[in-house]
T-cell receptor, first 110, second 113 residues
């Protein structure tokens, strides 16, 4: 039972354009959401987070949007750079546990 | 600064063998976690600990055991390895488990044959 879903396994974007990664969740008790980035043969690294009391959080080129009514969050990367090529996981928190999505592999084409 | 260190990085086990995956962190984090990632799947929580001497089951605890005798170490034990335990295992830690992101180790790739 996957409580956090990333329905796009992969995404390709031209360098300089916007990358939009999407995530849906089912548990209305989730109150904190994060995005992680993962390179091959490395552990995931924290990228950006958002609390359920907000609908937007920005950090440089990265912005996370939260739509609680739709149980949907998205990560925008503008402008996309080749170094952004990685697998991106969204994660949602409830009761001291994070639930991770299946990941979206982003390829930024130079 | 080492962060979260996992050993070994790779291991091949035969069915029925046992092993311990080691995890150590030097950030004085209270919370530690073990996840597994199967191909095409998200990370699934196996066990977690909110402090020394305290452990709790996650989503997929069957076939595993953990202990947390110190703040720094959180080993994961596989007693009777099965092919279904072939996966990449990640250890993570966090300061308070709530509004801070995790710090992950680089993973252990385990194959059970």
């Amino acid at each position: 039972d996957q409580q956090v879903k990333q329905n796009s396994p992969s995404l390709s974007v031209q360098e300089g354009r916007i990358s939009i990664l999407n995530c849906d969740y089912t548990n209305s008790m989730f109150d904190y959401f994060l995005w992680y980035k993962k390179y091959p043969a490395e552990g995931p690294t924290f990228l950006i987070s958002i609390s359920s009391i907000k609908d937007k959080n920005e950090d440089g080129r990265f912005t996370v949007f939260l739509n609680k009514s739709a149980k949907h969050l998205s990560l925008h990367i503008v402008p996309s750079q080749p170094g952004d090529s990685a697998v991106y996981f969204c994660a949602s928190q409830a009761s001291n546990q994070f639930y991770f999505g299946t990941g979206t592999s982003l390829t930024v084409i130079p | 600064n080492a962060g979260v260190t996992q050993t070994p990085k790779f291991r091949i086990l035969k069915i029925g063998q046992s092993m311990t995956l080691q995890c150590a962190q030097d950030m004085n984090h209270n919370y530690m976690y073990w996840y597994r990632q199967d191909p095409g799947m998200g990370l699934k929580l196996i066990y977690y600990s909110v402090g020394a001497g305290i452990t709790d089951k996650g989503e997929v605890p069957n076939g595993y055991n953990v202990s947390r005798s110190t703040t720094e170490d959180f080993p994961l034990r596989l007693e009777l390895a099965a092919p279904s335990q072939t996966s990449v295992y990640f250890c993570a830690s966090s300061l308070n488990g709530l509004n801070y992101g995790y710090t992950f180790g680089s993973g252990t790739r385990l194959t059970v044959v």
